[in-house]
């Protein structure tokens, strides 16, 4: 294992230091218990929205914290589910007055604590409210969750739903956005390598030298079939084939295309899928109106990428257009 570490046992702390100094103009980074927050929350009147999960994805979530998107995010251990109490003070940390929402992954843990945090939150008198995101095609159910996985349609959530919170929108309208969202979403990944877990100091999972993954979980947990590289364009056409059948899309939809690396992937062959991607469904007549490109929710250091797409109309690309100013994603400003 070669890594830009410490110790692999301090990988966490040690990397969200160097995430406070370098952003510190615009959030804080608390440590006892560990969340990140805006520097000017509560925002009076305004929804505060909250994620978190295991860390190893980033920039996800911390990299999403700021105007227009994220009040707070609660990173885990690497590839582990934050705790209730990091939550619960995350939560409070971001309520002025107009209730939370709570966007969490389909995956056990996070499910099971954020509720944990939300209930802990009430009783002290907050109004929170919570979606989960779901929006994998791959499997029905994986190590890690009971029903399929959410992957990149969390990454636009946050984006939609932080751009509604800045419009003051109500705390019912935000949540029944994401669920919105959500519905509207499919996703799918694939695997070129595995990724490598500090603690664990070698590869999650084997592959043959010429051997991909198709439908790999954001952990590498496996996915629907482990096949022999074949070029860029057919593994596109399988994995937007699973994608378009499943909701569906179809002939006259528009759609946000969100073409994301899973850490080792450059950002030369993350164009290539885009193209790829974009004459797929060209033929289908479907239109991309916007696109994300880039590595966004990671899984460490594999290489591969993954396919979200969110159907589209006038109100969402407005939402999607609005200004946002986070250290991961920021234009409109």
Known sequence: MKKLINRPEDVVADALA??????????????????????????????????????????MHVGF????????????????????????????????????????????GDVMNFQMAAELAQAEGAEVEAVVIDDDVSVQDSLYTAGRRGVGATVLAEKLCGA????????SAVAALCRRVNAESR???????????????????????????LGIGIHGEPGRQRRMLTPAAELVETMASAVVDDLPFGRGDHVLAFV?????????????????????????????ERRLIGSYMTSLDMAGCSITLLRLDEDL???WDAPVDTPALRWGR
Request: glycine fraction near 14%; include cysteine.
């Open 18 to 59: 160097g995430f406070a100094l370098a952003h510190r103009d615009r959030l804080v980074v608390h440590t006892d218990p560990v969340f990140v927050v805006r520097a000017d929350a509560p925002v009076e009147g305004k929804v505060g929205i909250v994620s978190g999960g295991g860390s190893g994805h980033e920039p």
């Open 317 to 319: 690309a407005a939402l």
């Open 187 to 213: 996703s799918m990944g694939v695997a070129l390598t595995s990724c490598t877990v500090p603690m664990a100091g070698k590869p999650t999972f084997e592959l043959g030298g010429g051997e991909v993954e």
């Open 260 to 288: 994301n690396g899973m850490g080792g992937t450059p950002l030369m062959e993350l164009y290539i899928v885009y193209a790829e991607l974009h004459r797929f469904l060209q033929e289908r007549g479907i239109e991309i």
């Open 65 to 108: 914290v700021g105007e227009g998107m994220l009040d707070a995010a609660c990173p885990g251990e690497v590839f582990t589910s934050p705790t209730p109490d990091q939550m619960q003070a995350a939560t409070e940390a971001v309520d002025g007055g107009a209730g939370v929402l709570h966007i969490v992954k389909n995956y056990t």
């Open 164 to 171: 509604a919170a800045a419009k003051q929108w109500p705390l």
